[in-house]
């Protein structure tokens, strides 16, 4: 029979690797972030970003490339700028743009990058002061591109 000494070694000994286990997740999986190359870009809204959340997610055609870092009212005090950071190998050229796309009913946004008609082009908002970091061109998604078409035929008929 293991005597009281034994026991109380035994104890420690697992209490100790059960907390140097436990901080090295912590670290790998905190520092993950930190490890990955990401590249830092910026879009603009001239409508209302409700249900886009920080870390919401960056897709281009369905594939996740990055998130959302920050949320802020632009410095003309009238667009929304939203700051993504997007994996490094992402090739990001001059005819990408970003929309708002709905996740399921939730309500909850994420952005998704593609290439945009010339017509919806057209639609982006115009950027009156110099960006911090490189801008992505927006325009219109899910309920804002369906009201926008809208206008834009009604706009033909008169």
Do not use: C, W
Not at 8 to 26: E, K, P, T
Request: no cysteine; proline share 7%; charged share 20%.
């Amino acid at each position: 029979m293991p005597s009281v000494k034994t026991n109380a070694i035994r104890v420690g000994a697992f209490v100790v690797v059960g907390v140097v286990m436990s901080v090295l997740a912590l670290i790998y999986f905190g520092a993950s972030d930190l490890l990955e190359h990401r590249q830092t870009y910026v879009t603009y809204f001239d409508v209302t970003v409700q249900g886009l959340n920080l870390d919401s997610p960056v897709k281009f055609r369905g594939v996740t490339i990055g998130k959302v870092t920050d949320l802020r009212i632009a410095p003309d005090g009238e667009l929304i700028e939203v700051e993504m950071s997007l994996e490094s190998d992402f090739p990001v050229t001059d005819s990408l743009a970003v929309k708002m796309n709905i996740t399921g009913i939730t309500g909850l946004r994420y952005l998704e990058m593609d290439f945009p008609s010339i017509p919806e082009q057209r639609l982006s908002p115009i950027i009156t002061f110099e960006p911090e970091y490189p801008a992505i061109p927006s325009v219109p998604g899910g309920i804002e591109e369906l009201r926008s078409e809208e206008h834009t035929s009604e706009l033909q008929s008169h």
